[in-house]
Each structure stands twice: as C-alpha cells, then as structure tokens.
T-cell receptor, first 113, second 112 residues
C-alpha cells in the first residue's frame, strides 16, 4: 500500500517476554519516527532515524527499548523483558526529510499481561 | 470503542455548526505547530500547520490561529460534519528538532 505499514496490529505477550514491532515506511521517506501512545494520552516521542542511523533516541524510556533501521527503510522496535507498563499503542511515522509532514501508521497495540 | 478518547475533554457540536478546539502549548521557544486528527483505531492524521512567524493560516474548512503571547493555539472547523468526529491533538516543535511534543487530546463529537 501507499501508507506507513505496521505489524503486528495487535500483540499480546506475557511479562518478561521479548517483543519486536515492525514499521514499513512510505517508499522514499528518509526520516522515520517511533512514538508511543498510552491510554487517553497524546503520542510520546521515542526515537528518530534519518536514513540508517538513529539521529535522536532521547525518548527511549530505558535500555530495554532498542530500534534499528539497517537498510534505511524498514525499522524494528525491540522491547526486552516486557513489563505491564509497556502496554500502549506504538506508532510509527515517516516523512520526506526531517522537516517534512509526518505520515503515521495505524500503530501496533501491545498488551503485556 | 477505542481507548484514545477515554478521559479526554469532549466538545460536542451540532452538525453544520462551527467548532473551535483550543490548545495551550508548553514551550515558548517552539516555532512550529501542527494539528492532528485521530480517528478510532488509526494513527494521527495531519490537518494543518503554522509557523511562529504567522498568526493565522487557512486550509479547506479549517483555520489555525496562533497567539504566541499567551502560548495558545486554536483550530476552527467550519460547517462541522459527522466525519469530523475524532480526537484532535495539537503538537509543537522547535526548528531543527526532530521530535514533536503532543498536547492532551480533545474529543470532538458531532451531533446529527
């Protein structure tokens, strides 16, 4: 499709497990962002990629969270030793350049039991 | 229903009326502002933006007003339609900064 694609759309896991969330940005978009949206809140910035490198990872809450974008296109957000507080919708967005309009995917809803 | 709208302030308007959604932003140094619309189960969708060197910008049926003195942003929707029902977020950014800071959302409910 033409938009940002995120998989899985829903993920239920148990406390302590490892989770990977995938984002496929719009073709040609060099900038990619991960945000987290908790119940009743606005999205919160996690990390920003320009090409393959993480240009700003200041929003990652702790070292259990890690993201990669090895070929400058698809990105994977990795969460180790999940905790119940990690339950949220994880949103990916991409843009054509750092100052471009952000296009968001529909998000991956993570539930940690 | 989806959880994004829970615990958020709600604005209820009659179909056909004009809507005004307000937002107080936090950083006086922010110089770029965006309004997003988020429908149930979907990601935020860009509506309109404005830079700090402007105080008003118009789009199709939408107008954004910026008052830097009191750090206030508003979104006006003309002739509100049922399809406008959603959660609306304002977001702010600093020039050259990669991250957007989103405000608390407001749920717009359009009565037929």
């Amino acid at each position: 499709g033409a938009g940002v694609s995120q998989t899985p759309s829903n993920k239920v896991t148990e406390k302590g497990k490892y989770v990977e969330l995938r984002c496929d940005p719009i073709s040609g978009h060099t900038a990619l962002y991960w945000y987290r949206q908790s119940l009743g809140q606005g999205p919160e910035f996690l990390i920003y990629f320009q090409g393959t490198g993480a240009a700003d990872d200041s929003g990652l809450p702790n070292d259990r969270f890690f993201a990669v974008r090895p070929e400058g296109s698809v990105s994977t957000l990795k969460i180790q030793r999940t905790e119940r507080g990690d339950s949220a919708v994880y949103l990916c967005a991409s843009s054509f350049g750092a100052a471009g309009e952000l296009f968001f995917g529909e998000g991956s809803r993570l539930t940690v039991l | 229903g989806e959880s994004v709208g829970l615990h958020l302030p709600t604005l209820s308007v009659q179909e056909g009326d004009n809507s005004i959604i307000n937002c107080a932003y936090s950083n006086s140094a922010s110089d770029y502002f965006i309004w997003y619309k988020q429908e149930s189960g979907k990601g935020p969708q860009f509506i309109i933006d404005i830079r700090s060197n402007m105080d008003k910008r118009q789009g199709q049926r939408v107008t954004v007003l910026l008052n830097k003195t009191v750090k206030h942003l508003s979104l006006q929707i003309a002739a509100t339609q049922p399809g406008d029902s959603a959660v609306y977020f304002c977001a702010e950014n600093l020039e050259g900064n990669s991250k957007l800071t989103f405000g608390k959302g407001i749920t717009l409910s359009v009565r037929p």
